[in-house]
């Protein structure tokens, strides 16, 4: 593919040329549930499952005083929104990638690398020029099945301060940025020699 479909204009330079366009499979990655962030949550959402299922017998009944009872339900609810956040880094975090991935379209380009992700209607483009491709690298799918191309790092950075606001921490976490799940990855990571080239010097 080699020219530019009507969607992508405005978002190519002059002269700019597609050189392929996908998306990504659907679907849950389940095997993703062996990372930390699920591990930890299925850890805490055992617990938290387990302090509600036996809160009746451990806390004081509603019947108690009104300051028991305001004691009981606030513990509840405390409890249950950890296990509310359990779930998600658990699976619901599982289902929001799927979901994220239907909206979701890739393009290659002579120049870059396009990644495009529509959710209620509004379209978020995030383009990658060479400048900023770092590590570009295949990973081939099991089986024959969906691989990905790994083309760049996003940062994110989280600040966090003591309670008394003096001390200031930071955090900076990377994420790799690719092609995720395409079907063809070998192909695609073979089109991105000359940014190999450009990014490897």
Known sequence: M????PEWDGFLEPGEQILWQGRPGTGIIWRDIA???????LFVLGITTMFLAAAPSILPPLSAGWLQAGLAVAIWLVIS???LGALYFALGRLALDAWIRRGTWYTLTDRAAIVAIEMFGRRMLRRYG??????IALEPGKRGGPGNVWFAQDSVTYTTRSSQGVNVRRHTEYQRVGFRRIDGAETVYALMAPHRK???G
Do not use: C, F, K, Y
């Open 81 to 83: 929104l950890v296990w």
């Open 198 to 200: 450009a990014v490897n």
């Open 130 to 135: 060479m400048d900023e491709m770092r590590g």
């Open 35 to 41: 990372q930390a962030q699920s591990r930890i949550g």
């Open 2 to 5: 080699t020219n530019s479909s």
